[in-house]
């Protein structure tokens, strides 16, 4: 059993910044990979980025590379989402998620997440 708990979220202006975090529990953190998705109104839930177990390796949705960056503390049982240069469509409700995969490139695929966080809302202004 693992818990996962997304403090967070908020409004923020285009332009601005925000930091995710994904406290875990109940488990050896370290034993699974994490993963960022996000679900708008109107829209699928879509990947957003994931990190190994070990934070060697990671993949990002293209629209995201170069603004947004995951870290992992192991010791501290923890994941971040770093969003930069925030925009209007990044608004959606983010959801951290712990999972197994063999081989990063398989990190995009949903099934592969046995528990995930409750959600937060992360709304960024025009």
């Known amino acids: 059993q693992v818990q996962l708990v997304e403090p967070g979220g908020g409004l923020v202006q285009a332009g601005g910044s925000l930091r995710l975090s994904c406290a875990a529990s109940?488990?050896?953190?370290?034993?699974?990979?994490m993963a960022w998705f996000r679900h708008a109104p109107g829209k699928e839930r879509e990947f957003v980025g994931a990190m190994s177990r070990s934070g060697a390796n990671t993949q990002y949705k293209d629209s995201v590379k170069g603004r947004f960056s995951m870290s992992r503390d192991n010791a501290k049982n923890t994941v971040n989402l770093q969003m930069n240069s925030l925009k209007y469509e990044d608004t959606a409700v983010y959801y951290c998620?712990?999972?197994?995969?063999?081989?990063?490139?398989?990190?995009?695929?949903?099934?592969?997440?046995?528990?995930w966080g409750q959600g937060t809302q992360v709304t960024v202004s025009s």
């Open positions: 109940g488990r050896t953190f370290s034993s699974y990979g």
């Open positions: 998620a712990a999972g197994r995969w063999m081989g990063i490139t398989l990190a995009t695929m949903d099934e592969n997440y046995a528990y």
